[in-house]
Antibody, heavy 123, light 111 residues
Framework: QVQLEQSGAEVKKPGASVKVSCKAS????????INWVRQATGQGLEWMGW????????GYGQMFQGRLTLTTNASISTAYMELNSLRSEDTAVYYC????????????????WGQGTVVTISS | QSALTQPPSVSGSPGQSVTISCIGT?????????VCWYRQPPGTAPKLIIF???NRPSGVPDRFSGSKSGNTAYLTISGLQTDDEADYYC???????????FGGGTRVTVL
């Protein structure tokens, strides 16, 4: 079945960087967008950015411009989210999500979700 | 503060219907027919239940329906069941720069 398996929990100090991986299985990786969405404890969802693995195109939310880098390694069907200059407000669960529609670059329907990665920023 | 406005909570009895509103602007909900709804039971990842205003992905029961009028989108849950208790989030495409904006979420309680 279609699955996204994310890397484990991270604890980082303010100012550091974190890189979360998201390994896809059960479908052809290049055919669907990967988005990243985060959720602070008890809070709502916040879209961060997206990547089209087929064309290598990316889009970043304005709040994350300059701090967020999305990449993929198609040979191992894995997407990566790297966030720099971490601050306490970045403490959240980070989700990778596969788009719903086949070969639609910029798919805004988030269909298959990873299990989430808890990132804690603490000095 | 979220870009889209949802009521913090709604409630209903088993078998009843509840409707959740999602108020946006002419730059998102009002401009595009690309509203999605997500269901998130406690401690789990969200699940897509409606896309493009009123379409259901495969496997989502037809008790869930979506609609839109002007800058406001709606999710209706008919025949409310106890396992419908969850947080529900709306989202809308908002153009190439903002891409997707979310509502703050609505907690549905089954009395």
């Amino acid at each position: 079945q279609v699955q996204l398996e994310q890397s484990g929990a991270e604890v980082k100090k303010p100012g550091a960087s974190v890189k979360v991986s998201c390994k896809a299985s059960g479908y052809r990786f290049a055919n669907y967008d990967i988005n990243w969405v985060r959720q602070a404890t008890g809070q709502g969802l916040e879209w961060m950015g997206w990547m089209d693995p087929n064309r290598g195109k990316t889009g970043y939310g304005q709040m994350f411009q300059g701090r967020l880098t999305l990449t993929t390694n198609a040979s191992i069907s894995t997407a990566y989210m790297e966030l720099n200059s971490l601050r306490s407000e970045d403490t959240a669960v980070y989700y990778c999500v596969r788009g719903l529609r086949f070969l639609i670059g910029g798919d805004d329907a988030f269909h298959v979700w990873g299990q989430g990665t808890v990132v804690t920023i603490s000095s | 503060q979220s870009a889209l406005t949802q009521p913090p909570s709604v409630s209903g009895s088993p078998g009843q219907s509840v409707t959740i509103s999602c108020i946006g602007t002419s730059s998102d909900v009002g401009h595009y027919n690309r509203v999605c709804w997500y269901r998130q039971p406690p401690g789990t990842a969200p699940k897509l239940i409606i896309f493009e205003v009123n379409n259901r992905p495969s496997g989502v029961p037809d008790r869930f329906s979506g609609s839109k009028s002007g800058n406001t989108a709606y999710l209706t849950i008919s025949g409310l069941q106890t396992d419908d208790e969850a947080d529900y989030y709306c989202a809308s495409y908002a153009g190439d720069i903002n891409f997707v904006v979310f509502g703050g979420g609505t907690r549905v309680t089954v009395l």
